[in-house]
């Protein structure tokens, strides 16, 4: 095939990126055409002398114009070349060419001089390896200068298995291209330090520009400039406005182009019809990042989410990026920074806690809700529609954040559902996350331009996958909080209840049992009478026994003592015996001066006891803590692809099947497939006459079942068309005349016997927010109907995958409940860890049923499959590094 054979503009617009690079700024990457003729040149003749030695092996001043059309008219399949894009200029290029119609290919990279060491070589690598892989190219070669140390970097800490050999002075790397497990982490690696770095930014600039600053009390640009002076940022703050000379005392400029001094963020606070020329102006004078509080983007409709769509795009095409909009801004709380660049005009106290809020409206009234609880915060972002930031990068941020150690989400909508499962469970193993998730039951119309449809069993399954708290309103969300925040975590699940209310105490006891804690005795009354001295013993007595794990402390106080003495005692009495204690004293709410042990800057710090208005919630945000806290503590597993799996085969029997316009794959093909996972499917024929029938029974052996087609695919409830334990051909002929003359059908299904036990269901589903999951249940009506199923995002471990199994409320009867039949459950985990495998390595499965697959002592049966294929979901978490794109 010639390059005549190909339109050279027409490349995959997947391959189309935007990518954060090791400094936090951000860049476009996308396939070469004939159209970057005069970029190239330009490019070319912003590289030094040295850098374009390294590259063509030779002085090469200039592009002559033969090889300038060759490196700029490509086939993008044997021949492809990535631009990097900073703006309109070319600052990076990476290329393969295919080597001799081999599986092989050579690959080049050249990087402007001023844009070295910001990670675009790794970046070009992945996106590169990633469409060869497309291409049907297995391995890439290189030749590389020996003294070019920063390229051979590039190709030795990729993560891949490279060989190498020196010659006259050239090293010869050679290696395949599929990812590895250690390509994927060093990518995976690459990306967190990136994104967190460009928050950081975001949170930690040294200039402050407010493009709106209003003289108006009423308006937002008032609000924002006001209260980042009122916080006492640590950097100039600069107002722009075009028709004052200062605003609020300070100099203001007409224009941001105007400020003298750089600008690393700047808060856009006027008319959304106005933002272009805000936005050309930041971009000419390389604001970092932008927070834009304006409205009347995509929550207003298409016109709005076009602007926003271009918002987003013109930022991250010039390095910048953008938080909003419809955002009430950012906060980082730190010292050396006092950084109040929102609406909300009152904080809360410096603390160790990060708050990610998509909500603008309630962002305000969430902070004042942290101040007045005691709850100190050390960042707050609100990001409105998220067209950039989203709770993702916050949680990169947060994962090495040294002044962070509790994180709190609203969400409204995922972004990349997938990646956020994977940061979340990552960044839950060292620091609590708790989520409230709003649209349980319903959509505003507002909230769906922005918010994905969300399927509530499947997100709780993977909230608890990935240890997230989830509780279901903000009150729930700061109840918790404040004890994570201020408390150990609980070392097992027993408690004691200790308080001078008998009735109280009762209260405490039941909901704590309710939520599946554990009493360690009955509760402890001293008694209305008892003095400080007296409560704080029979405290610390209980803090002090073997089997206590957590107390609930709940006190009235009584008339003749005040509660500050008694609140001195407890507070004294529970430092340093590190287990948690929650209380209902005085029934304030939060953490009350009395009980608060100061931090470092005057909030209350670590030891401080949180008090709740009912023993009921106390005991509650106690429960899911312990819960948390049994999760981060049991094995993390260890992610598990089977032996004895082929995905190239069964990639192209998906393909093949695609290709013939298929969405449900014949039995037959369902079958090849599964077989290329080592998962085997019960014998079977089809029959067309009862002779037929009856040699298909001798074939596969009896005893045998029989089944109509008609049947087949509502089998759980047609059984009346079903025969099994069939025995003899004469047997099968009589079966298979019945089986024709109740269910009208022309096929029947004759398939071997499988070993008796309890029938389960295992399947792939779309889920619509999450991607992929792999469910588990006990097949039957009765589970159907009371949605009996457990689900797990992928991929899974091994520890995930025997909790599947165990999850549902029906799962007892799989180890001999009731006199029911013991199951191999050994071999049900590793048929679903088989099924995981396939839904990671062919993401074109898009649905999957096995019902049922009948387990029994000997093992785990499949006696039928369905399987769906059709072009993988847009969401997923797989392939090189990206930022996420508007759906």
């Known amino acids: 095939m010639t390059l005549a054979d190909f339109d050279p503009y027409d490349y995959p617009r997947r391959w189309e990126a935007d990518v954060v690079l090791s400094d936090g700024g951000t860049v476009h990457l996308r396939p070469m055409t004939p159209d970057d003729a005069d970029r190239l040149v330009a490019f070319h003749g912003r590289l030094s002398e040295r850098t374009r030695y390294f590259r063509y092996f030779g002085a090469y001043p200039r592009i002559p114009p ?277 609406l909300a005009p009152k904080l809360p106290g410096l603390g160790r806690t990060g708050f990610f809020c998509q909500s603008g409206a309630l962002g305000t009234a969430i902070l004042a809700d942290a101040a007045s609880r005691g709850l100190g915060l050390s960042t707050f972002v609100s990001a409105g529609n998220r067209a950039d930031v989203s709770g993702n990068d916050m949680l990169q941020y947060w994962m090495t954040d040294p002044a962070t150690d509790l994180v709190l989400l609203y969400l409204e909508s995922f972004g990349n559902p997938r990646k956020f499962a994977r940061l979340a469970r990552r960044l839950g193993r060292t620091k609590p996350i708790v989520a409230v998730k709003s649209g349980r039951n319903a959509i505003s119309p507002a909230l769906a331009a922005t918010s994905v449809p969300v399927d509530e069993p499947s997100v709780q399954a993977v909230f608890e996958q990935a240890g997230v708290i989830r509780v279901e309103s903000l009150a729930q969300l700061f109840d918790t909080a404040i004890l994570l925040a201020h408390q150990p975590l609980p070392e097992g699940s027993r408690v004691a209840v200790v308080g001078n209310s008998t009735a109280i105490g009762v209260l405490a006891a039941d909901t704590a049992l309710a939520q599946g804690l554990e009493l360690a005795g009955d509760p402890v009354d001293v008694g209305a009478q008892a003095g400080p001295a007296e409560f704080a013993a029979a405290v610390r007595e209980a803090l002090l026994r073997d089997d206590v794990d957590a107390l609930i402390v709940v006190f009235v106080p009584p008339l003749a003592v005040p509660g500050t003495a008694y609140a001195r005692e407890l507070r004294e009495v529970a430092a340093g015996l590190g287990k948690p204690i929650v209380s209902t004293f005085l029934a304030a709410e939060g953490v009350p001066a009395e009980l608060a042990v100061p931090g470092p800057h005057g909030a209350p710090g670590r030891g401080s006891i949180p008090s709740y208005p009912s023993p009921e919630r106390a005991a509650l945000a106690l429960a899911r803590v312990t819960r948390y806290a049994r999760w981060r503590s049991a094995p993390r597993g260890t992610l598990v692809h089977p032996p004895g799996t082929n995905p190239v085969a069964a990639r192209n029997l998906v393909q093949s099947a695609m290709d013939e316009g298929r969405k449900w794959l014949t039995d037959a093909q369902a079958v090849d497939l599964l077989t290329h996972y080592g998962i085997e499917v019960a014998p079977f024929r089809v029959v067309t006459s009862a002779e037929e029938a009856a040699q298909a029974a001798e074939e596969l052996g009896f005893p045998v079942a029989a089944k109509s087609a008609n049947s087949l695919l509502r089998h759980r409830f047609d059984l009346i068309a079903v025969r099994l334990d069939i025995s003899s051909a004469d047997a099968m002929r009589a079966a298979y005349t019945d089986l024709r003359a109740v269910s009208g059908a022309d096929t029947v299904y004759v398939q071997r016997m499988v070993a008796k036990g309890t029938s389960c269901v295992i399947g792939l589903q779309d889920d619509p927010s999450f991607g992929t999951l792999v469910s588990f249940g006990l097949s039957g009506v009765v589970n159907d109907l009371l949605g009996d199923r457990a689900y797990r995002a992928i991929p899974m471990t091994d520890v995930d995958a025997a909790g599947l199994i165990r999850a549902p409320k029906a799962a007892p009867l799989l180890a001999g409940y009731g006199g029911s039949p013991l199951a191999d459950l050994g071999a049900l985990e590793d048929l679903v860890l088989r099924v995981a495998a396939l839904a990671e390595d062919v993401p074109e499965v898009r649905a999957l049923e096995l019902d049922p697959v009948v387990a029994s002592e000997a093992g785990a049966s499949v006696v039928y499959a369905r399987v769906a294929v059709g072009p993988p979901p847009s969401r997923h978490d797989t392939g090189p590094r990206r930022l996420r794109t508007m759906t």
């Open 66 to 342: 033969r090889d300038l059309e060759r490196f700029v008219t490509l086939d993008h399949h044997d021949r492809v070349a990535f631009a990097a894009m900073l703006g309109d200029d070319i600052i990076a290029v990476g290329r393969y060419e295919r080597l001799n119609g081999s599986d092989q290919a050579e690959i080049a990279f050249v990087v402007e001089d001023s844009h070295q060491g910001r990670g675009i070589g790794s970046i070009l690598l992945e996106h590169l390896a990633a469409a060869a892989q497309e291409s049907g190219l297995n391995r890439f070669v290189a030749e590389v200068l020996g003294e070019n140390g920063q390229m051979v970097r590039v190709f030795r800490d990729a993560g891949y298995e490279i060989s190498r050999a020196l010659e006259d002075g050239v090293i010869h790397l050679e290696f395949a291209i599929d990812p590895t497990d250690e390509s994927v982490a060093v990518a995976r690696s690459r990306e967190q330090a990136a994104e967190a770095r460009s928050v950081h930014n975001l949170l930690h600039p040294k200039s402050v520009a407010v493009i709106g600053a209003s003289t108006d009390p009423t308006k937002v640009g008032y609000a924002v400039l006001t209260n980042l002076l009122t916080a006492d940022f640590a950097g100039p703050v600069f107002p722009v406005n075009a028709e004052h000379p200062s605003v609020r005392g300070v100099r203001a400029y007409r224009r941001v182009l105007d400020i003298p001094d750089p600008v690393d963020l700047a808060v856009v606070a006027v008319p959304a019809t106005s933002i272009n020329e805000v936005m050309d102006d930041c971009l000419a004078k390389g604001v970092k990042a932008l927070v834009v509080v304006t409205s009347g983007f995509s929550e207003i409709g298409d016109e709005g989410r076009s602007a926003e769509q271009k918002l987003a795009d013109e930022a991250r095409a010039h390095g910048m990026r953008v938080v909003g909009p419809n955002a009430l801004g950012v906060v980082n709380m730190d010292r050396s920074v006092r950084l109040n660049a929102s």
